[in-house]
């Protein structure tokens, strides 16, 4: 096992030249610009700017419609499956056909059930919406 010290090539040796790239950076952190080193073989100085704008967003709760329509169909599915057993048989269907055909007229009531309740939700949240102020920041680089 050798006792060096690992060479760090990142470091430059020359120190007039580290001086000359910590007098860059901060000169350029005086002037309120952040610094980025590109290369680690030949470090480079590249001043970049970071923008900020402030703007003004409507905040509000919405109800998840996949979720509705998906319980009005499944409600749709249960009302047709008691539907099915509450009346006694027919001579020229059996209960599966019966509950096909009332699980297909049912569940397409149930979804647009489903559907209209989440547009009430909807629109009864929208009425407690708010106003809220967003940062958005920018970072380019100055060439």
Do not use: C, K, W
């Not at 059996?94 to 509950?99: E, I, P, T």
């Amino acid at each position: 096992m050798s006792d060096e010290q690992p060479n760090d090539s990142s470091r430059p040796t020359d120190p007039e030249a580290a001086e000359a790239q910590t007098t860059e950076a901060q000169a350029a952190e005086v002037a309120g610009l952040e610094v980025e080193a590109l290369d680690a073989d030949r470090p480079e100085v590249v001043a970049v700017e970071t923008e900020v704008t402030d703007e003004t967003v409507e905040v509000r709760r919405a109800p998840r419609y996949g979720a509705f329509l998906l319980a009005g169909g499944v409600l749709g599915a249960i009302v047709a499956l008691i539907l099915t057993f509450a009346f006694p048989e027919n001579d020229q269907f059996d209960r599966g056909q019966v509950f096909g055909f009332l699980l297909l007229a049912l569940g397409v009531i149930g979804v647009g059930v489903g559907a209209l309740a989440a547009l009430v939700v909807d629109r009864s949240l929208s009425r407690r919406s708010g106003r809220a102020i967003v940062e958005h920041e920018a970072t380019h680089r100055i060439d």
